[in-house]
C-alpha cells in the first residue's frame, strides 16, 4: 500500500499542523546539505533559488542555454489565486472545490487544498519581485475568469504571463548565484539518477556541448522537469521538453502515476502539414471574450463573414449554458473534435472550429480588446497571416499538459527516499483534467511555498556529504549512459529520428488521444513494439557523442518516449473507466459525457518498472473523499 503521509486531522488545518510538527534543519546545519535541482521553469527556478535563501547549497541544472528559456516561459494565460479583489464570492475552498471537480475527482484532496490555500501567498510574492501583472484602472490588481469556473480569479501579464513569473523567479536565482548559494549548469541533460542504498544520491548529466558525462553528488535530488506533451510528436511544447528525467527515475524505482492522463487543449492553431515540427497555444483566456461557432451546415467552405448568424452554432453557449465557451478543457476539446468528425469543421484540413472576437470587439472597441490581448492576436497574424480583429482565429485541441508524472506523496517525495518532484512533473494535484492558469499555480507552490517545509524531515535524518562521486553507483550510470549514446551512433539506419517520432506521435494521437477504446489502445501498443524495434535497427543517428549533437538529443529522447508510450497505452487501457481528460468510448453518459467508475477506478494508478520489454507492475493508492461529495460533472 502507498503511503501518502497525509496529516490527521481537519482538512484544513492539515497544513499547518504538518508544518507545525515537522522537523527542522537548524540554520547553520543547513549550509552542510548539497542539493540538486534539475530544471530552471517556474517550479526548479523558484525552488532552487527558495532553498539557497535557506541556506542550502544548490546545483541547479538547465537543458536549455539559460534559465530564462525554461518553457514556463510559455505560458499566456495567468495564475489562479484565491484572493477574491473581484469580490465574486471566491474564497479558498471554492478554489480548492473548483480544482477537484475540474480534476473529475482523481486527485488526492489534501494536496489540492494545500495549492489553494498558498495560491494567495505566491500573488503576494510575485508582486514584491516586481512581476508586472495587469492592473484596474483604479490600479489595482486585475482578475479575469478562465474554464471550469464561476468567478474571476486569475491573476495575469497580458497574454505572457508565464515569462513574466520566470522572470520573477530569475531575479531571485540569480540573487542566489551571485551569493554564490545556488551553482548553474546551463546545457546539461540528466541522463541517470544515482541511487545509494536505495536512496537518491546524484545524478549523472550529459553536456551537450562538449558530449562529456559529469558526476554530481548530493543529499537529495529534486526533479522539475516538465511533462511528456511531446509524446504525441504535435505538442504546444517547447521541442527540447522531454520525458527522459522522469523515465530515468522510473527506471531505477519511482513510480509513475497516471501516465494516461494527458491534457489536449482547446484553443491551438491547428497543424497545417505533415512537416509540422510543433504547434503554437492560443492562450485560454481568450474565450473570455470569444466565441467558438462553426457552421450548421456540414462541408460549409463559405469565409466565416459570409456565414449569417442564424447558420453559425455555437455549440459550448448552447450545450452548456451555466459556462458557455467557458467550460473545462478537456469538455471543450472533445467538442470540437465532434463538430469536426461530424464534418463541421472548417479551414483547409476542416480540423478546426472558429473564435470570434466581433461581438466582443463591438461591445468594447478594439483598444479594449487589444490591450487584454494584443501580443496573441500579433503572434495569430504572424503565423496565420490573417487579421483576427476582422475574421475569426481558427483553433483545435492539441497536446499540452500532462497530468500524470512521478508518483509523489504529500511531502512530493517519490518513491525513492530523498527523490523529490516538483510541478509537471509530478502527478499531485489536477486529478484527470487541469484547469486552465494552475499549473503556474502549482509550479510556484511547490517551489516557493511547500519544498521548503518538506524537504527538512528528510535531510534531518540525513548524514550530509555521505555519498561522494567516486561511489560505484556513479561509475556504473555513467558507464550505462555511455553505452546507450554508442548504440545509438552504431545503428546506422536509414530513417531519421524525427520519421519514427512523428510516426508514434500519429499512434498515439489516434488511438490515445481525446478519445479512446479497448481495440484501439491494445492496437496502439502492438504498434508501439514494433516502431520500438524499428528504432533500433533502422534509425539513423549521424555524428558523434563528442560535441553538440541534436540528432543524437533527440534519439536518446525517442528511446525513452517509444518505452513510455507503451505505459501510457497500458495504463488507458487498464482504466476502464472516463474521467477528466481520459474518455474510454465505452464509458459515456447518454448525452457524450466522461462517466466515471468510482466504485472500480477512485485510485491513483501507479506503475514499477519491471525491465526492458517486461509489462510495469500495477500498484495503486485509493483516494477517500471526506470532504466533497463525488458528483458526475455538469457544467450545464
Not at 499512434?507 to 516502431?531: F, H, P, S, Y
Amino acid at each position: 500500500m502507498l503511503d501518502s503521509k497525509v496529516p490527521s486531522g481537519p482538512l484544513t488545518q492539515k497544513w499547518d499542523a504538518y508544518r507545525a510538527g515537522a522537523k527542522l534543519v537548524n540554520p547553520a546545519n543547513k549550509r552542510k546539505y548539497t542539493l540538486i535541482v534539475v530544471g530552471t521553469g517556474l517550479a526548479g527556478g523558484s525552488a532552487a533559488a527558495t532553498l539557497g535563501e535557506l541556506g542550502y547549497n544548490v546545483l541547479n541544472f538547465c537543458i536549455q542555454d539559460s534559465p530564462r528559456r525554461a518553457h514556463s516561459i510559455a505560458a499566456q494565460g495567468g495564475i489562479n489565486a484565491a484572493k477574491n479583489y473581484p469580490n465574486d464570492g471566491d474564497s479558498i475552498w471554492r478554489l480548492f472545490y473548483d480544482t477537484i471537480k475540474g480534476g473529475d475527482f482523481r486527485a488526492r484532496e489534501a494536496n489540492v487544498y494545500r495549492l489553494a490555500q498558498v495560491s494567495n501567498n505566491i500573488i503576494d510574492q510575485c508582486v514584491a519581485q516586481g512581476v508586472p501583472f495587469a492592473r484596474d484602472y483604479g490600479g489595482l490588481l486585475a482578475n479575469r475568469s478562465f474554464g471550469g469556473a464561476q468567478v474571476s480569479r486569475t491573476f495575469y501579464a497580458r497574454g505572457q504571463t508565464g515569462q513574466q513569473l520566470l522572470l520573477g523567479a530569475y531575479s531571485s536565482l540569480s540573487r542566489q548565484i551571485a551569493m554564490g548559494k545556488v551553482k548553474m549548469f546551463a546545457r546539461r541533460e540528466m541522463v541517470d539518477l544515482v541511487v545509494v542504498n536505495g536512496h537518491a544520491k546524484g545524478v549523472v548529466m550529459r553536456n551537450l556541448v562538449t558530449g562529456e558525462m559529469e558526476r554530481y553528488a548530493a543529499d537529495a535530488v529534486i526533479l522539475a522537469t516538465g511533462g511528456y506533451g511531446n509524446v504525441f510528436y504535435l505538442s504546444t511544447n517547447a521541442t527540447s521538453s522531454n520525458v527522459a528525467a522522469a523515465f530515468k527515475a522510473y527506471k531505477k524505482g519511482a513510480l509513475f502515476a497516471n501516465p494516461c492522463f494527458t491534457q489536449i487543449h482547446p484553443t491551438c492553431i491547428p497543424h497545417t502539414g505533415d512537416y509540422q515540427a510543433k504547434l503554437t497555444l492560443m492562450s485560454e483566456s481568450l474565450r473570455n471574450d470569444g466565441r467558438v461557432w462553426v457552421p450548421k451546415n456540414k462541408n460549409d467552405s463559405r469565409p466565416p463573414n459570409q456565414i449569417p448568424e442564424a447558420e453559425r452554432d455555437y455549440y459550448l453557449e448552447t450545450k452548456y449554458p451555466s459556462f458557455g465557451n467557458l467550460v473545462p478543457r478537456d469538455v471543450a476539446s472533445r467538442n470540437a473534435k465532434e463538430q469536426c468528425d461530424a464534418g463541421k469543421g472548417v479551414g483547409p484540413t476542416g480540423f478546426a472550429v472558429y473564435l470570434d472576437f466581433s461581438d466582443a470587439i463591438k461591445r468594447d472597441g478594439r483598444d479594449v480588446i487589444q490591450k487584454k490581448y494584443g501580443n496573441l492576436f500579433d503572434m495569430y497574424r504572424n503565423i496565420v497571416d490573417e487579421n483576427p480583429y476582422e475574421t475569426p482565429m481558427m483553433i483545435y485541441p492539441a497536446s499540452h499538459y500532462t497530468m500524470g508524472g512521478l508518483w509523489v506523496d504529500y511531502e512530493l517525495q517519490s518513491t525513492i527516499p530523498g527523490l523529490f518532484v516538483l510541478g509537471e512533473a509530478n502527478f499531485s494535484d489536477h486529478g484527470a483534467n487541469r484547469l486552465g492558469a494552475s499549473a503556474l499555480m502549482q509550479g510556484l507552490a511547490d517551489g516557493y511555498f511547500v519544498i521548503p517545509y518538506t524537504i527538512g524531515p528528510y535531510l534531518a535524518g540525513a548524514t550530509p556529504g555521505a555519498v561522494k562521486t567516486d561511489h560505484a553507483a556513479f561509475a556504473q550510470a555513467e558507464s550505462a549512459a555511455t553505452d546507450l549514446y554508442r548504440k545509438l551512433l552504431a545503428v546506422g539506419g536509414k530513417r531519421t529520428v524525427d520519421q519514427i517520432h512523428r510516426e508514434m506521435g500519429a499512434v498515439m494521437v489516434d488511438e490515445v488521444g481525446m478519445a479512446r477504446n479497448a481495440a484501439g489502445l491494445k492496437k496502439a501498443v502492438g504498434q508501439i513494439q514494433q516502431l520500438r524495434e524499428e528504432f533500433w535497427q533502422n534509425v539513423c543517428v549521424p555524428g558523434s557523442a563528442k560535441d553538440y549533437n541534436l540528432s543524437l538529443q533527440k534519439a536518446g529522447r525517442l528511446a525513452d518516449y517509444l518505452e513510455f508510450a507503451e505505459l501510457m497505452a497500458t495504463d488507458a487501457l487498464t482504466r476502464e473507466e472516463s474521467c477528466g481528460c481520459h474518455l474510454r468510448e465505452e464509458s459515456q453518459t447518454d448525452e457524450g459525457e466522461a462517466k466515471r467508475d468510482d466504485d472500480n477506478y477512485c485510485h491513483v494508478s501507479a506503475w514499477e518498472y519491471t525491465g526492458y520489454g517486461n509489462s510495469p507492475k500495477f500498484h495503486k493508492e485509493p483516494l477517500d473523499f471526506e470532504n466533497v461529495e463525488l458528483t458526475q460533472r455538469s457544467y450545464k
